[in-house]
T-cell receptor, first 113, second 112 residues
Framework: SAVISQKPSRDICQRGTSLTIQCQVDSQVTMMFWYRQQPGQSLTLIATANQGSEATYESGFVIDKFPISRPNLTFSTLTVSNMSPEDSSIYLC??????????FGQGTRLTVV | RKEVEQDPGPFNVPEGATVAFNCTYSNSASQSFFWYRQDCRKEPKLLMSVYSSGNEDGRFTAQLNRASQYISLLIRDSKLSDSATYLCVVRPYGGATNKLIFGTGTLLAVQP
């Protein structure tokens, strides 16, 4: 299994600013992902964080808005850029070993005012 | 059509009841299937994997029907602590990302 530490756990930000969320895993996992969960909704995959290269984004998400880094097997960051109230959501970091279940961080609850 | 579809509920059942959740998926080549549980304001956690032959873990039974592209979860003798959102999760076959696709979740409320 993997234990994921995500921070910050919550934040309130002004519109137009950016927030970087950090995700640290206690094991050298194969894959890391970033999800968004809006109130009352299920999880939507933003992107797959690739070690040492550009992330793979899902339809509707772009690098300029959600830049992602993964410098090594155990650490990744997601930045929410130029925030607007529509970005208010829970952002979740996830990790898997190949073909296993996904483990999740506790999430970052973001409110943009 | 969504890749993974679930009845959102809510399912309101009395303690001790048996309740079943269903899920359908659109990619016939999907390779892995899971049920996750998400408590209010918490991250999702794995409840159980779903195997082709069906599998049971205590009061929980999961079934997979590949021909119908259908997954089910049965909870027997419901407890108050079973109240949560149950997420059907599918790993589509192919691609390099090994990503998981989540259903919208089914809300279960077990009443005393």
């Amino acid at each position: 299994s993997a234990v994921i530490s995500q921070k910050p756990s919550r934040d309130i930000c002004q519109r137009g600013t950016s927030l970087t969320i950090q995700c640290q895993v206690d094991s050298q996992v194969t894959m890391m992902f970033w999800y968004r969960q809006q109130p009352g909704q299920s999880l939507t995959l933003i992107a797959t964080a690739n070690q040492g290269s550009e992330a793979t984004y899902e339809s509707g998400f772009v690098i300029d808005k959600f830049p992602i880094s993964r410098p090594n097997l155990t650490f990744s960051t997601l930045t929410v850029s130029n925030m607007s109230p529509e970005d208010s959501s829970i952002y979740l970091c996830s990790a898997t070993f190949w073909n296993t279940e996904a483990f999740f961080g506790q999430g970052t609850r973001l409110t943009v005012v | 059509r969504k890749e993974v579809e679930q009845d959102p509920g809510p399912f309101n059942v009395p303690e001790g009841a048996t309740v079943a959740f269903n899920c359908t998926y659109s990619n016939s080549a999907s390779q892995s299937f899971f049920w996750y549980r998400q408590d209010c304001r918490k991250e999702p956690k794995l409840l159980m994997s779903v195997y082709s032959s069906g599998n049971e873990d205590g009061r929980f039974t999961a079934q997979l029907n590949r021909a119908s592209q259908y997954i089910s979860l049965l909870i027997r003798d419901s407890k108050l602590s079973d109240s949560a959102t149950y997420l059907c999760v599918v790993r589509p076959y192919g691609g390099a990302t090994n990503k998981l696709i989540f259903g919208t979740g089914t809300l279960l409320a077990v009443q005393p």
